[in-house]
């Protein structure tokens, strides 16, 4: 099923912490969400100045019930946009295009996964955390965030999880420390097979290289939810471009919208996020211009 | 051209019955809207959201010869009513072009307007000839690159590397298909540009490209896009797009015109249609609002409705006519005209409203 558009209405938004969370109704979407997709909400309506899309991973989903399909995305307030969707009041409209973007990929035997979420990038972690144990997976947590207030789904981990971890940068809530801190010990610890994550760049990039070190270097995959800024979310605008390595081995400058947001993280240019390397496809044109 | 009526919105018919159809210098389009190169990639992203086959067609993102990793991030800042833009033209070649995406758009019943871009007047003539024999309604020239051949000067503000440019495309193009250069607005007198690429065998002429900006992030004081400068788009140069329409229209009425600029909405189409464009193009608003192509097609045609106007054709350069006053479809309706005024007031005698 494609994606669609719906003219939704605000059903609920909550604070939660620092942050807030949105249920929109948008029949179409909840019904058809993997764990890992996004949606691309509109703001400042239908003719206002800010015409770019905001992504949100998906929290939660109802796909029935007496409103039909529920939709819930976190966010923070970070500028005039998020603030517009925190000033969102019950039946409010609210234009909503999802679900977007390659979903995690599930591991096709039991497995034993560890989910690392830092600050609200833990959001799209819960409904993985579903469908994992439904398949007979373990799953442990790991959740980080600056301080206590920036923690999210704290309750929500500890109750479908085996074990949780938590760090903040300030010591308010479980270890002082920083996610890719404690995660050496949760490999271990609970013999992982796989590490999934969700969050800013820089901790994925810790994460993947603490996975890639387990196990005395043999290493274990990382699946990864990037956040790289996007302006429509469906794969026209090419703005949200990362270096990815594709399966023929060739790094490309990927849209994270399209091929993503969920990359394996031994496919992603570590070594070159936020430029275009030049061994790059199509990186030896760009010396003309 | 026919005369029209203009009516008012009173008035208003329903739409079934308008002729969209428009012809851009033989290109029969079934309707005058498309979207605009570089908002659309190659089309197939946006079929989920859009017939396709229903507008006009799709303008391709600019292709070139070889593939393009495009700029890095950030590539993108949103702006006032508007976005700006830096992506380098990132995109798969004209090989990956011709094997992937112009079949996907033929299989699919799409009308191509294949947008193409190069470094040397060479890298046109050479895009040009790669589509001969291909599935392709017209050609649109993007001349708002550098070149390298004058020290990175962008062709598309210069009248004589412009018209090279055109004239080079013209001499390998394939028999039948219309060449449409876009412009650059960041020019002194687009109408002298328009002129030049006319002269130089360009059928019609796509209004505007973006126009150059900056950006800057009042946290870090650095330009918020990697690039630097960027192009901006969207509503906030829709005043911009049309005044060009209007010069290049007034200056070369015959010419078919595509309108672009910050067009959001079906009565913003009709606001070029009306200073002289044959068709539109629509961009930025698709990341907005990814249904636009067909939304602004829907309501461009309820907008010629209520106004009585049935056939698209009939309304382009509209507003460069006379004004035309508003007359009721059924002018004389009974009471309104005196046959014999009389030559004094009647007397008229008064009395006490009762209750």
Known sequence: MPPVQVKGEVLSLKPVGDYYAMTVVASGIAEQTRPGQFVAVAVSGDNGAMLLRRAFSIHQVADRGVYGGTVEFVFAVHGKGTAWLASRRPHDPIDVVGPLGKPFKLPAQPANCVLVGGGYGAAPLFMLSEALRRRGCRVDFVLGAANADRLFGALDAKRMAASVAFTTDDGSYGEQGVVSDVLPEVIERTRADVVYACGPMAMLAAVHQVAADSYNGQGIPTQLAVEESMACGVGVCMTCVLPVIGDDGETRMSRSCIDGPVFAGDRIRWDALGTVPSDALGAAAMVAH | ?355
């Open chain 2, 1 to 355: 051209m026919a005369d029209v009526t203009i009516r008012t919105s009173a008035d208003a018919t329903p739409p079934a019955d308008v002729d969209m159809t428009v012809d851009l210098a033989g290109f029969e389009a079934i309707d005058p809207v498309f979207t605009a190169s570089g908002c659309a990639a190659a089309g197939r992203e946006l079929a989920a959201f859009n017939d396709l086959r229903a507008i006009g067609g799709v303008v391709t993102k600019s292709i070139q010869l070889a593939p393009r990793s495009g700029r890095p991030t950030p590539r993108m800042a949103e702006t006032p009513s508007g976005m700006l833009n830096s992506i380098g033209l990132q995109g798969p070649g004209i090989d990956s072009f011709l094997d992937n995406d112009l079949p996907w758009l033929a299989d699919n019943g799409v009308c191509a307007v294949v947008s193409i871009a190069g470094s040397s007047v060479d890298d046109y003539a050479k895009l040009t000839t790669r589509l001969r024999g291909q599935p392709v309604s017209a050609i649109e020239v993007n001349i708002s690159c550098p070149n390298v051949e004058d020290r990175g000067q962008v062709f598309a503000c210069d009248a004589n590397a412009s018209a090279a440019v055109i004239s080079a495309v013209r001499r390998n193009t394939p028999t039948g298909v219309p060449v449409f250069a876009k412009l650059s607005p960041d020019v002194t007198d687009i109408v002298e540009i328009a002129r030049s690429c006319v002269d130089a065998g360009a059928h019609g002429l796509s209004l505007i490209n973006t126009t150059l900006g900056i950006s800057i992030d009042t946290t870090t004081l650095r330009p918020i896009l990697a690039g630097v400068t960027g192009g901006l788009s969207g509503p906030a140069i829709r005043p911009m797009a049309l005044r060009c329409v209007w010069q290049v229209h007034a200056a070369l009425p015959d010419v078919p015109l595509m309108g672009i600029g910050g067009i959001r909405t079906g009565a913003d189409a009709l606001e070029f249609i009306a200073a002289g464009a044959s068709g539109v193009q629509v961009g930025t608003v698709i990341f907005n609002d990814p249904t636009a192509p067909q939304r602004i097609s829907r309501e461009l045609r309820v907008a010629l409705a209520e106004r009585g106007i049935d056939r698209l054709r009939d309304a382009i350069g509209i507003a460069h006519r006379p004004p035309q006053i508003a007359v009721p479809e059924d002018a004389d309706p009974p009471g309104d005209e005196l046959a014999d005024p009389p030559p004094l007031p009647r007397t008229v005698h008064f009395e006490e409203a009762s209750s």
